[in-house]
């Protein structure tokens, strides 16, 4: 298995300003994956980071608004950029080896 | 067509029965499938996973796939009330992106 952890867990950001959430793994990945869960809803997948490589985005979320970095095996960063009270949602790393995906405890964040 | 279906739910059972949680998908080429719980406030906590065709089980739990109908199932023996939770199914497509179908809300009624 694979532990991860997300900073922060929270947090309450103005409209307008960016957040930047970090995704930690105890382990060498190979893909690390970003999806966002709006209140009652399932996972959305926003991006696949690759180290090495720009970030594959899904349809509906592009690179100017959700920036990724993917600076080594273990780690990644989601800027939630020029946000809007929309934004508001619980934002979730993902990874693990190939045959099995584990997830980070979350991120939720509330635009005002 | 979405790429992973569940039934919303909410599904009723009482403990001790078997409770059935079902899940298509559209990507013939999908390589590997997933069972998630999820309790309110929490993350997703993976409890299956399986690639190849027939049955699965660990403890309780049996995953079962189809690839000739894209169809997954979990079956969930000896229901308890913790088992009451939402249960996702995620699919890896052939473009090894991880796909969640929209959840089964699942209750156990004591």
């Known amino acids: ?112 | 067509q979405k790429e992973v279906e569940q039934n919303s739910g909410p599904l009723s059972v009482p403990e001790g029965a078997i409770a059935s949680l079902n899940c298509t998908y559209s990507d013939r080429g999908s390589q590997s499938f997933f069972w998630y719980r999820q309790y309110s406030g929490k993350s997703p906590e993976l409890i299956m996973f399986i690639y190849s065709n027939g049955d699965k089980e660990d403890g309780r739990f049996t995953a079962q796939l189809n690839k000739a109908s894209q169809y997954v199932s979990l079956l969930i023996r000896d229901s308890q009330p913790s088992d009451s939770a939402t249960y996702l199914c995620a699919v890896r497509s052939s473009a090894s992106k991880i796909i969640f179908g929209s959840g089964t809300r699942l209750s156990i009624r004591p």
């Open chain 1, 1 to 112: 298995s694979a532990v991860i952890s997300q900073k922060p867990s929270r947090d309450i950001c103005q409209r307008g300003t960016s957040l930047t959430i970090q995704c930690q793994v105890d382990s060498q990945v190979t893909m690390m994956f970003w999806y966002r869960q709006q209140p009652g809803q399932s996972l959305t997948l926003i991006a696949t980071a690759n180290q090495g490589s720009e970030a594959t985005y899904e349809s509906g979320f592009v690179i100017d608004k959700f920036p990724i970095s993917r600076p080594n095996l273990t780690f990644s960063t989601l800027t939630v950029s020029n946000m809007s009270p929309e934004d508001s949602s619980i934002y979730l790393c993902s990874a693990g080896p190939p045959a099995e995906q584990f997830f980070g405890p979350g991120t939720r964040l509330t635009v005002l």
